[in-house]
């Protein structure tokens, strides 16, 4: 991923209540889409505080050399700072994008797509495979403008020297 430019939203998918996110039965998700490329990093979080998101983030991108868009949750706040720019969109005042052109509509049209995508094939997806969903959707969004043959033979390639495995749940 292109470190220069980060999209960042944590919209929340179906799943079990988690104790440092009482106000919704929702499992939160983390996505970081490159501006740029539109290449999307997903990752199911176990909440959204501060140190979480910053955890996931740092892993995925060059924090000092992106700038990072988002609403302006208070959880962004202190991770801003460690980015080139923390540019930011109030929601609640009707602003999507702001003066200098940032905002969230990538991320959020990502999660339209992905929930649109659960609710049309899957109906519903455990917390327990949230992820496979998430990584398997990553890819489909970030290789839409591939053509079939090319987007086959990323596919391919990303899986050399890889052995699938799944381990099947006693329940």
Known sequence: MDPNK???ATPVEPGKLHKKNKLTEKTPVLSLINADTGEVRSAVVPDVTGATLRKVMSEQINMAG????????NHYRAIGREFI?????????????????????????????FKRSIDGTH???????????????????????????G??????DGADGRRLSYKRVKG
Do not use: P
């Open 6 to 8: 980060a999209k960042v």
């Open 66 to 73: 992106s700038v990072l868009w988002t609403d302006e949750a």
């Open 85 to 113: 720019r923390h540019e930011t969109v109030n929601h609640s005042e009707d602003i999507y994008v702001n003066d200098h052109g940032a905002g969230t509509n990538l991320a959020e049209g990502y999660f339209a797509q």
């Open 123 to 149: 109906h519903r997806v455990s917390r327990e495979h949230l992820q496979r969903y998430l990584t398997e959707f990553d890819f489909r969004y970030s290789t839409c403008e591939m053509s079939e043959a």
């Open 151 to 156: 987007r086959m033979a990323k596919l391919v």
